[in-house]
């Protein structure tokens, strides 16, 4: 168990808002345009899996805020 707080916390921190703040951008903007003629189900589904996608690498992420490795 760590006793000092690392560099890597605050700066993960901020760089996991700033990617999510990205991310959302993106998404709300170009999304709506390829998916507007879809199924409302089918719509849902895409947004769903958007929403999940960038939990994918956060794994190893978060093992680099703590360990200073990304495994």
Known sequence: ?????????PVGLLGLLLFLAIYGLV???YVPEIIEGWPTLIQTLVYIAFGLAWLL???GFLAWMETGRWR
């Not at 168990?1 to 916390?9: D, F, G, Q, S």
């Open 1 to 9: 168990m760590r006793t000092e707080p690392t560099w890597r916390i």
């Open 57 to 59: 690498p956060m794994r």
């Open 27 to 29: 998404v709300a903007r």
